[in-house]
């Protein structure tokens, strides 16, 4: 699959199949996302893998789409807003290296929110020192969704003098 065919066909999955996915795969995925942008090497992102009874107690009401697979992926907060920014900008850049390199292997994610959430840090075990960028069911889908409609470029684009 080439670059273009990966972006325009991942999507967020909503349900999984059974599937298993071994962690040494997910984790050839993560070694090759790594290569990700980032502000002075500083490689800001922290992966979790989440067991069953983390999983549970996150209480996901779609409990992740059923996904053989959670994984809570998690930036560095920095030490000013600007340092915080840059580390938020890298650790997507990673996670979208992952989704797309996951893509390509017929393994789809579902991302969430739940992280982020007061209770759902307390369930992480995520300090202030961190922020939740998501917590991801990770599978082989069920069936891929169609693609949303998405605004014209041209209502994004702006020409500066």
Not at 38 to 55: A, C, D, L, S, Y
Not at 126 to 145: A, L, N
Request: charged residues 25%; contains cysteine; neutral net charge.
């Amino acid at each position: 699959m080439d670059v273009l065919d990966a972006v325009r066909g991942r999507r967020n999955m909503k349900q999984f199949k059974p599937d298993p996915i071994s962690e040494e795969k997910i984790l050839e995925w993560f070694e090759t996302a790594k290569l990700a942008p980032n502000h002075r090497m500083t490689e800001p992102w922290e992966i979790r893998f989440v067991g069953p009874k983390t999983r549970q107690n996150l209480g996901h009401k779609p409990n992740f789409g059923d996904a053989p697979i959670v994984i809570a992926i998690l930036s560095k907060a920095g030490n000013s807003p600007i340092e915080r920014d840059e580390n938020l900008i890298a650790t997507a850049c990673f996670v979208q290296n992952f989704l797309l390199l996951a893509h390509r292997e017929g393994v789809g994610a579902r991302w969430t929110s739940i992280g982020g959430t007061p209770a759902g840090r307390e369930v992480l075990g995520v300090s202030d020192d961190f922020i939740v960028v998501g917590v991801f069911g990770v599978g082989y889908p069920e069936e891929i969704p169609a693609q949303k409609a998405r605004s014209p470029i041209g209502e994004k684009t702006v020409h500066l003098p």
